[in-house]
T-cell receptor
Framework: GIQVEQSPPDLILQEGANSTLRCNFS?????LQWFHQNPWGQLINLFY???GTKQNGRLSATTVATERYSLLYISSSQTTDSGVYFC???????????FGKGTSLLVTP | EPEVTQTPSHQVTQMGQEVILRCVPI?????FYWYRQILGQKVEFLVS????????KSEIFDDQFSVERPDGSNFTLKIRSTKLEDSAMYFC???????????FGPGTRLTVT
């Protein structure tokens, strides 16, 4: 099946710093999504971005489908950005989302 | 904004008991999914459902599991005889089509004792 690798696995930032999270995937995809898992365990949809660039406030994402990677940018980080960020891509069948292991982000005051 | 809802938010059950987890997908969505996340691990796909039948399932989704859309709004996951290793967060999701954005519910935390 399709492989999804995220880096770095862990990241500690001071409030106000910027960061870049990376997601590499092993095959072409129709669906690529970024999620933020908050401390209560909820998965919050950040971006649906199988290709191109999108921005939402302090967050932006870019997917280069031909090179099989996606980047999530967090600017001016806040303590509420803490949590785990997951990248997920669809399987060859198109139904299942395959999740990476996530990047655990801690933003300190 | 429409959202996927799940009940209950937390369920505790004894090993060997049957549990039913409930989900209400977004109303105009046609594809429904269940995922699970064991504490500290990544989210894993269980099953997808379209047009009243299973369209794909993972190796995790064995004979102990079943899904059903009993009416026009609910989508359920049944675990017939729970095991300790079934303890996890279970997420329901829905989408308008294949390869389209999947919207996740808040999850049901299942604890098997």
């Amino acid at each position: 099946g399709i492989q999804v690798e995220q880096s770095p696995p862990d990241l500690i930032l001071q409030e106000g710093a910027n960061s870049t999270l990376r997601c590499n995937f092993s095959d072409s995809v129709n669906n690529l999504q970024w999620f933020h898992q908050n401390p209560w365990g909820q998965l919050i949809n950040l971006f649906y971005i199988p290709s191109g660039t999108k921005q939402n406030g302090r967050l932006s994402a870019t997917t280069v489908a031909t090179e099989r990677y996606s980047l999530l940018y967090i600017s001016s980080s806040q303590t509420t950005d803490s949590g785990v960020y997951f990248c997920a891509v669809d399987s060859n069948s198109g139904y299942a989302l395959n999740f990476g292991k996530g990047t655990s982000l801690l933003v300190t005051p | 904004e429409p959202e996927v809802t799940q009940t209950p938010s937390h369920q505790v059950t004894q090993m060997g008991q049957e549990v039913i987890l409930r989900c209400v997908p977004i109303s105009n969505h046609l594809y429904f999914y269940w995922y699970r996340q064991i504490l500290g691990q990544k989210v894993e796909f269980l099953v997808s459902f379209y047009n009243n039948e299973i369209s794909e399932k993972s190796e995790i989704f064995d004979d102990q599991f079943s899904v059903e859309r009993p009416d026009g709004s609910n989508f359920t996951l049944k675990i017939r005889s729970t095991k300790l290793e079934d303890s996890a967060m279970y997420f329901c999701a829905s989408s308008v089509g294949i390869g389209r954005e999947q919207y996740f519910g808040p999850g049901t935390r299942l604890t098997v004792t």
